[in-house]
């Protein structure tokens, strides 16, 4: 019996017409789930009848009968179902406690159409199943009526299913029988056509499946070479560089002749499928300022790599200092008019009319976690170079010294009241959000932590850390026998320090994140400057030695400390200046120094670009030295600083 509606009904009375629509409304599900091992039965009770019914029942009240429970069994020729209508609590075929029970005869139609049966049976039901539909008649004169149906075994759906798992059987069969022979491959290249800087020191291989490791590390190749060390982590490959790599160049990774886990090292037919790949480092570049012709107080970028020279700043500002952007995007940079210094002669550096600008480079840095496509709309979106942007005005305050954040979201301005001259102190700017002063002690020199989170700041009698947030006022760490802070390790693990001793000495320190603070060296001369070098435990330092003689002189030169000995080894001496600015590439590859010659004239002109004691630049030249990857006492004394063709000062490698 199938839930389906009938196609064609001749209704004689009212009770057989609600009696055959609940009987073929009955679900499907109450024809097929009990035990194959019983007849087809169908059990009827008056309503008079309180007799218990059956555990499963399906109950179809009626006026004068109610369908208790339908079971049935599955036979291979065809099924018939007997029901018996009351019509009273007379009828002789009530039989004792108000049961009745037929039983179905088995039998073989001839057809799919089943024809009423003579004498008892007054109703016939004709049951296509392919078709879903039900042809009945309704008893005339008889209460008693028999349904009689052929079962067919499969529906449409079930062919279908059969089929399915018939020919997914013999798939996987076929699979088995011919066994594995996909060769491996790798999915994924993190640094797939990218351009990397020194922060980046790590790239990945993802393959298709579980790899001998063994094998794929003694075939991975990358040209130029670079040394690492390689880490598992399931079906990935990492590789952390030692070093960071080389600017300007382009690498290749080749991987060949390596195989899964499961390969037997004889079986030739299913090593990995070779792979090979490219990504480059970015441009080596730096910023210098000029100060000769057009380029006389302005922001100069030089790209070694492509030999080009760009002038970033407009001829009306003059530049005073300025920062890079991580990711050499951007400049941060202070200037002032050119106009308000030839107005205001008393204030030739243009210090206290300064304002804080940026000023884009044109240098595409795409992000190594991005895919290849975003990496490329991305190097589209990067705005041409020299949009001077403003960031910070001095209508109410003069602007000093600044430092920007390792992460670049972060100012920190040196500012004092142009109405009040007592109020002086840090400010802090950050990206859409308006500055914030800093409730804190005033201070002399500043540098912002690696962490981005903390500052450094010579207070009092010794250097102290404090939050980069408005109330400051309580330092996180006070480092009372230290005046000046040099320099910090790009992981934030150590810094350069310098002491002033009692006997008119200094001594350069290395304090780590630990509270280990270890003198480097002593000396009576000046430690003006100092920078961690990223490839190895060496501290370039910008030194002073005081000479001989009636006269106080120094003598400045370029030093390199051996973090894990101790040991000082001379490089270069330099002219004798003390205005000397030195950067350290961010491969460590090469040292950039600037050598300045201040005017003679006594009244020069106010627009001549200034050095820190505020003397004014007549002119200066750039100096290169390349750095090899050891220091040693023999390879120093060949060291040679080449000069560079390009008038300027305040050089700073892009990072």
């Keep these: 019996m199938y839930s389906s509606h009938p196609q064609s009904c001749r209704q004689e009375t009212d009770r057989s017409r609600v009696f055959v629509k609940r009987l073929l409304k009955m679900r499907r599900s109450h024809l097929t789930s009990t035990s194959a091992s019983l007849t087809p039965i169908l059990y009827l009770q008056s309503p008079s009848d309180r007799q218990p019914l059956p555990e499963e029942s399906f109950v179809i009240r009626h006026s004068s009968f109610v369908i208790c429970y339908i079971d049935y069994k599955k036979s291979v ?169 080389p600017y300007g160049a382009t690498y290749r990774v080749q991987l060949r002749f390596a195989r899964d886990k499961f390969t037997p090292e004889t079986d030739l037919g299913r090593m990995l499928q070779p792979f090979e790949a490219t990504f480059s480092t970015r441009d080596r570049a730096f910023v210098y300022l000029g100060v000769e012709g057009e380029e006389q107080g302005r922001l100069v970028l030089y790209n070694f790599t492509q030999q080009k020279k760009t002038i970033l700043t407009p001829k009306n500002l003059a530049v005073v200092d300025y920062k890079l952007y991580p990711h050499g995007d951007k400049i941060l940079f202070s200037a002032s008019d050119r106009q308000s210094q030839n107005r205001q002669n008393q204030n030739p550096q243009g210090l206290l009319s300064a304002q804080i600008y940026t000023v884009t480079t044109g240098i595409s840095t795409p992000d190594p976690d991005r895919t290849h496509w975003f990496s490329f709309l991305n190097r589209q979106q990067v705005p041409s170079p020299g949009k001077i942007d403003l960031v910070l005005d001095n209508k109410d305050y003069q602007n000093l010294k600044f430092d920007l954040s390792p992460d670049g979201n972060t100012i920190l301005v040196q500012r004092v009241s142009q109405r009040q001259s007592d109020r002086f102190g840090f400010w802090i700017v950050r990206p859409n959000s308006p500055p914030q002063e800093m409730e804190t002690e005033p201070g002399g020199d500043f540098l912002i932590t690696p962490d981005s989170q903390t500052v450094a700041v010579a207070q009092g009698q010794g250097v102290a850390i404090l939050p980069l947030q408005a109330d400051a006022k309580k330092p996180l760490e006070f480092l009372p026998q230290f005046g000046m802070v040099l320099d910090f390790a790009p992981d934030g693990t150590q810094g350069a320090m310098v002491r002033f001793n009692s006997d008119y000495t200094r001594s350069l320190f290395l304090v780590t994140n630990q509270g280990v603070q270890r003198e480097l060296f002593r000396t009576t001369g000046s430690i003006l400057s100092a920078q961690f070098d990223p490839r190895t435990g060496i501290l370039y330092c910008l030194l002073t030695q005081l000479m001989q003689g009636n006269t106080y002189e120094e003598q400045p030169y370029l030093s390199a400390i051996d973090l894990k000995t101790g040991k000082q080894t001379p490089l270069v001496v330099l002219p004798n200046q003390r205005d000397i600015q030195l950067s350290l590439a961010p491969d460590g590859l090469g040292l950039l120094f600037d050598q300045v010659v201040t005017a003679a004239n006594a009244n020069p002109s106010p627009t001549l670009p200034r050095t820190e004691q505020g003397q004014a630049i007549a002119t200066s030249h750039l100096w290169l030295l390349p750095l090899p990857e050891t220091i040693d006492a023999n390879l120093a004394n060949q060291l040679r600083p080449e000069q560079l063709p390009l008038p300027g000062f305040r050089p700073r490698w892009i990072p």
Excluded: C, H
Excluded at 123 to 133: C, I, L, P
Excluded at 161 to 178: E, H, K, P, Q, T
Excluded at 185 to 203: E, L, P, T, Y
Excluded at 205 to 231: C, H, W, Y
């Design 77 to 245: 020729i065809s099924y018939q179902l007997s029901v018996i209508s009351y019509q009273g609590a007379g009828s002789r075929e009530q039989g004792a406690g108000g049961r009745k029970l037929r039983e179905l005869r088995e039998q073989q139609p001839s057809s799919r159409s089943l024809l009423p049966r003579r004498g008892s049976v007054a109703s016939a039901f004709t049951v296509n199943r392919q078709q879903s539909t039900i042809n009945y008649q309704l008893p005339r004169n008889n209460n008693e009526f028999k349904m009689s149906a052929t079962k067919s075994w499969f529906q449409p759906i079930d062919r279908v299913a059969i089929a399915l798992i018939f020919i997914l059987s013999l798939l996987i069969g076929l699979l088995v029988w011919r066994g594995d022979t996909v060769a491996p491959k790798v999915r994924d290249f993190s640094w797939q056509a990218k351009q990397i800087g020194a922060g980046d020191r790590s790239f990945s291989l993802t393959f298709s499946r579980p790899m001998n490791t063994n094998s794929v590390e003694a075939n991975l190749q990358i040209d130029p070479p670079l040394p690492g060390k390689v880490s598992w982590a399931g079906r990935r490959l990492a590789y952390t560089l030692l070093e960071p790599a």
